[in-house]
Every structure is written in structure tokens, then in C-alpha cells.
């Protein structure tokens, strides 16, 4: 039930994912040519984001995302 978010850098157009129980997500069409940011959510907590690269030569690329409890910003 995660919520995957892929993020084309150049048009900044933004594609979600919904996750099934197992954590599994694909993101199907991705330009090798355009960098693309990569994160998750879930319930409160929230991955770093991942950059997946124009260098990256693999085919099917795979990125593992591991979700954290968000950090709370310090009061002023």
C-alpha cells in the first residue's frame, strides 16, 4: 500500500505507484534518455529520494527503496 512516486526531471511530470502487500512496484514506458527522481510513502514514514540516471546502462533497473519514519522539523 506503499505509494511509489517517479518524477521525470526534465518535464517534471509525476507518475505514482501503489504498492501491493509484497512492496513490489514497476513503472512501465521510462525513458533511458531523461533522469528520473524516486521515492515511496507510507503511513508516516517516507524513503530517501533515489535518482535513477541517463548512465545507467541497465534495461531493467531496480531500486530499492527502504521507508523511514519522516523526521519532524526542530521548532523555531
Known sequence: GAVVKLKDTKS?????????????YRFNGVSTNIDYE???????QSSETRT?????????????????????KAPK
Open 12 to 24: 517534471l511530470k509525476i507518475r505514482s505507484y501503489i504498492t501491493q502487500t509484497d512492496g513490489v
Open 38 to 44: 524516486i521515492h515511496a510513502d507510507f503511513k508516516g
Open 52 to 72: 535513477l540516471s541517463v548512465f545507467d546502462s541497465r534495461k531493467q533497473a531496480r531500486v530499492n527503496l527502504q521507508l523511514e519514519p519522516l523526521k519532524e
